[in-house]
């Protein structure tokens, strides 16, 4: 008896789906694992950085320059320490500190150091009366070069073993992710549109801060999700998201992940923060190598801050991606994006506030697909109290959302009519 090939091949998917879905519960098991404290202690010559947790995780350790960092990965854990996760510690070497999800199976902890500074010692002390499972780091100051020589990475003997599965686990999810569901119909007469929603920050990248305290990366989230669900209602779009959990998501990731899925429209989802608490209002941006103002090119520094604030090892991007602005491809891909701006401006204006002159631009990272046409949107200032208020209300954000929707229904009309003519 021999299986014909349709056979035997979903026998391998079968395998494969009991594969991942046991590797998966495996990991979720692991999930539960927590950190429960973060402490930092001045001694004489070191500085020493205890995080606590109630079993004994692997771990790896990253040390990267400009600014300078130590990165502390984990498996995937839970944090004890609430919603919060981003701080400050100020002590010794140590200065603010942030932590998250980095990708699909490994947390991470950033430490932002004040000054060069090289890990003197790395160990693990077991539970004793008073104190948890502990990962202990002695830090002490050295110079630039010392930092540079001693720059790299390293690890418990633990955490290959395990990351080993984490890794494959993660690139099935990934793979998920990206080559998302077939499209309805090949036929181009009836292709639907593809958009791809990205929800600003996330995981160990926490955004701006608001008024009250809320994260950027979760009002992006929030956001993403309801535009989402009401865009999939209509049934005329083919949606999908750069994330949809609180995970982080390298930039270039961001906008790879449109052009892998040949998409029509990229959306950048934000929601900025300004020292000046009355400033207010909804505003779009396109890409430009020449900023159209001081703002809009801070603005694009501070967004282009992610993957260094994630700790993203910046040289694992390779070059054959870098794409270079100019091509013809990329000034109809500009074009369209400019279209798309003026018709969130016109829709979105009949609705919420807008900032003065409300469509800037700037060279924002994630913005660089040269055959997407691509916005990114800061929904409004969570530092001012009554856009924060907005931003976290429901009823407003669906709004907003279906304002946003208008400007794509009338975006794919103009670009309809212009194909026709
Ligand atoms: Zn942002």
Do not use: C
């Not at 040390?63 to 400050?88: C, H, K, M, Q």
């Not at 996330?202 to 701006?208: E, K, L, N, S, T």
């Not at 046409?373 to 954000?397: I, Q």
Request: a neutral charge.
């Amino acid at each position: 008896m021999s299986a014909s090939v349709p056979a035997l091949f979903r026998r391998f998917a079968v395998a494969l789906a009991v594969f991942l879905t046991v590797t998966v519960a495996a990991f979720a098991a692991h999930a539960q694992s927590k950190v429960q404290d973060v402490r930092v202690g001045v001694h004489q010559g070191f500085t020493r950085f205890v995080l606590e947790l109630d079993a004994a995780a692997p771990y790896r350790l990253l040390t990267l320059r400009d600014p300078y960092r130590v990165v502390i990965d984990l498996p995937e854990v839970a944090w004890e320490t609430g919603d919060e996760s981003a701080g400050s510690l100020t002590k010794g070497v140590i200065g603010k500190f942030r932590f998250g999800l980095f990708q699909h199976g490994v947390s991470r902890f950033v430490i932002d150091l004040r000054e060069p500074a090289l890990i003197k010692s790395h160990f693990r002390l077991d539970p004793e009366p008073g104190a948890g499972h502990r990962l202990v780091l002695d830090l002490q100051p050295g110079t630039d070069q010392q930092f540079a020589t001693a720059m790299g990475s390293v690890e418990s003997d633990d955490w290959a073993s395990r990351q080993s599965g984490v890794a494959a686990t993660a690139r099935a999810q990934q793979q998920a992710m990206i080559r998302a569901p077939v499209r309805p119909s090949e036929q181009a007469e009836t292709r639907l549109k593809t958009i791809v929603i990205d929800a600003g920050h996330g995981g160990v990248d926490p955004g701006a801060i608001g008024a009250s305290g809320i994260y950027e990366k979760k009002i992006t989230l929030a956001f993403a999700m309801d535009l989402r669900d009401r865009l999939q209602a209509l049934g005329q779009y083919r949606v999908l998201m750069t994330r949809d959990r609180d995970i982080y998501i390298p930039l270039r990731k961001r906008y790879e992940v449109a052009h892998q899925n040949e998409a029509d429209l990229f959306i950048s989802i934000h929601a900025d923060a300004h020292h000046t608490p009355d400033l207010r209002g909804f505003s779009v941006y396109t890409l430009s190598e020449t900023a159209s103002d001081k703002e809009a090119a801070a603005l694009a520094a501070k967004e282009n801050k992610s993957d260094i604030l994630a700790g993203y090892d910046l040289s694992e991007y390779d070059d054959q991606t870098s794409f270079i602005l100019l091509d013809l491809a990329q000034r109809k891909t500009s074009e369209s994006s400019w279209q798309f701006a003026q018709s969130l401006v016109k829709n979105v204006g009949s609705n919420v506030k807008l900032l003065r002159r409300p469509h800037r631009f700037a060279g924002f990272a994630v913005l660089k697909s040269p055959t997407v046409p691509s916005v990114l949107v800061e929904l409004g200032y969570l530092s001012n109290r009554r856009e924060e208020k907005d931003l976290r209300t429901p009823a407003y954000r669906a709004s907003l959302a279906d304002s946003i929707i208008r400007a794509i229904d009338v975006y794919f009309e103009h670009q309809e009519r212009l194909s026709r003519s």
